[in-house]
């Protein structure tokens, strides 16, 4: 029997070439059909359970410690923080795993099922210090199939298509003209039915700028000329003008949509910005600039929807404001905008 190094030689000597030819594929296709039929099988094996171990610190002494956040999409996983010093709670991301609050001593074990391939933010969400929004980690979430592809950070489609580049995040906008009593939605509800009941105030918004266009950019259309899609609007008083205005923006929102936003803020941002939005909250004195008063109608009347949403996505550039672009989803991102606008309109200064 010839053994595996003279097998060559032994098949070259017994067969002719167009058989040698032939029998060569024929190993290779079924060398080619077992190793497929070996990846398939393992395919249908569930994916054993992956334990990652985090130790949680203060962010200026490293944040999260330990290893590398790793897993294989589909693989189930249990995440095990121990807290060091500092109180904290973590989210992660474009999902729906979050932990509850960890303290110094204490261990909080999270199990989730690794959510699609991607780079996912783990962030802390219980303020801990001047440094807080340092503290983040990512966790990489691998193809099974292709575990050495590259990963981008998960992401939507944005709802809008908008040059942000153009907007000009960091320069200051203040309005021209804003209220100066608080708008009101329901007046503005009122004046809609009465005046304009055929129009979608969805359309004319769009039609007026929005979500590019800033509260006193479309008062300024509506009040010059009846060109802007609302005949008559001009002959309005200025209070009834930003009624109207106030309707047309809450319009571009839901109750459920402003319920998560304003969660999303208490959570996120209040610490900074105030539970009012008046830039006063406890962590305001850390922060290397001037928290901004967004309850202040002028300011907030200067503010695109667009302007709200870039900023946030990307974050204040030296402000000690992060982004929150790679940890929100796209309506996450949306809903805080319509609450931010409420500040104009539910209790303008």
């Known amino acids: 029997m010839a053994n595996l190094r003279s097998l060559p030689a032994f098949i070259a000597q017994r067969y002719p070439p167009g058989q040698v030819l032939a029998l060569t594929l024929a190993f290779a296709l079924v060398l080619w059909g077992g190793r497929k ?23 200026e002494n490293g944040g999260w410690l330990g290893e590398d956040l790793r897993v294989m999409a589909g693989q189930p996983v249990q995440l095990v923080v121990t807290g060091v010093e500092g109180s904290h709670a973590f989210a992660i991301g474009h999902t729906e795993i979050a932990s509850g609050l960890i303290l110094p001593g204490q261990q909080q074990v999270v199990e989730f099922i690794a959510p699609a391939p991607g780079r996912y933010v783990l962030y802390c969400t219980q303020w801990c210090s001047p440094n807080h929004w340092r503290m983040r980690t990512v966790l990489e979430v691998a ?5 050495d592809a590259g990963l981008v950070y998960a992401q939507e489609t944005p709802r809008y298509s908008l040059s942000l580049a153009e907007l000009e995040i960091d320069a200051p906008h203040p309005a021209p003209i804003w209220p100066r009593v608080q708008p009101d939605e329901k007046a503005g509800a009122t004046l809609w039915k009465a005046r304009w009941p055929e129009l979608s105030p969805r359309e004319i918004a769009a039609e007026l700028g929005w979500p590019l266009a800033s509260p006193a950019a479309v008062y300024e259309q509506i009040a010059t000329a009846d060109a802007s899609g609302l005949p008559g609007a001009a002959e309005l008083e200025e209070a009834e003008r930003w009624d109207v205005i106030a309707y047309l923006w809450q319009a571009q929102t839901t109750p ?10 208490r959570q996120n941002c209040a610490s900074c910005h105030g539970e ?3 830039g006063d909250g406890f962590a305001a004195g850390f922060a290397p600039v001037a928290v901004p008063n967004l309850w202040n109608a ?3 009347a200067g503010a695109s929807p667009a302007l709200y949403y870039a900023k946030i996505a990307r974050g204040g550039m030296g402000t000690g404001m992060p982004n929150w672009g790679t940890i929100f989803r796209e309506d996450e991102l949306w809903a805080l905008v319509d609450y931010l606008n409420t500040f104009l309109f539910d209790g303008s200064q």
């Not at 054993?48 to 130790?55: D, N």
């Not at 193809?143 to 575990?147: I, K, L």
């Not at 459920?256 to 803020?265: C, D, F, M, R, T």
Request: no cysteine; aromatic share 6%.
């Open 256 to 265: 459920k949509s402003l319920a998560l936003g304003e969660s999303i803020y």
């Open 276 to 278: 009012d939005g008046a």
């Open 298 to 300: 002028a300011t907030a």
């Open 143 to 147: 193809d099974p199939n292709q575990p």
């Open 37 to 59: 039929f070996v990846e398939q099988w393992r395919a249908t094996l569930p994916l054993k359970q992956a334990v990652l171990m985090l130790r949680a610190a203060q962010p």
